[in-house]
């Protein structure tokens, strides 16, 4: 499929939604960019992302995960959010647990 480029005094969104035919060319963009990712299950890792492939598993440098869970507990009946961070060096990071990834703007 080919794609044309819009002109010079186009907004900005108009000539990139021109380059990008398919929804794996925005992931492309972030290569070697900090990255934002909300996993299924109440995680959260920020990390600069080394590489992709076409399932959207990730390899990740630099990580820091985020983990948020809640705790019933029966005798107060109170429920209590949880909050856990770890870090790691390199993450790998499956494709079918992922649901959103961004540019990391904190």
Known sequence: MATTMAPS???ASTSLTAVLNKPIELVRLLLDE???A??????EIYGKLHAF???M?????DVEEIVTSLEYDAATKQVAERTETHRYEM???RGDVLVVIC????
């Open 34 to 36: 900090r990255v934002h």
């Open 91 to 93: 993450l790998f990071v």
């Open 57 to 61: 598993n990730l390899v990740l440098e």
């Open 9 to 11: 005094n186009a907004p």
């Open 53 to 55: 492939d076409q399932h």
């Open 103 to 106: 540019a990391d703007n904190r």
């Open 38 to 43: 909300k996993m299924a299950g109440g995680r």
